[in-house]
Nanobody
């Protein structure tokens, strides 16, 4: 059973930074794609970023502020978030895709496993 556990969320003032981590366990194979999504109350789950090998992809609105990285040796994926804005407040989820397709999916249905999420709150 694959398990994903996010950490690193919290409260920060606008302009601040946070780094989220997602630890993956329970499966010997490396996921094809790892993604980050976020969901604010009343909104749909929104794709943030994804990584396949060394290739990274970002939602257009987040390019330049967010960075996704992957440490395969430690089965961990990171999301570095800089210049945070109040509208970045949401619960952030990491997701794993063990399929074989490229590029990485940008919709939740493209991922088979999910973490429980970590809350990020940005105050103005």
């Amino acid at each position: 059973q694959v398990q994903l556990v996010e950490s690193g969320g919290g409260s920060v003032q606008a302009g601040g930074s946070l780094t989220l981590s997602c630890a993956v366990s329970g499966y010997t194979h490396t996921a094809n794609c790892m993604g980050w999504f976020r969901q604010a109350p009343g909104n749909e789950r929104e794709w943030v970023a994804a990584i396949m090998g060394r290739a990274t992809h970002y939602a257009d609105s987040l390019k330049g502020r967010f960075t996704i990285a992957r440490d395969n040796a430690n089965n961990t994926v990171y999301l570095q978030m800089n210049s945070l804005k109040p509208e970045d407040s949401a619960k952030y989820y990491c997701a794993a895709d063990y399929g074989m397709f490229a590029p990485c999916a940008v919709v939740p249905g493209g991922y088979q496993y999910w973490g429980q999420g970590t809350q990020v709150t940005v105050s103005s």
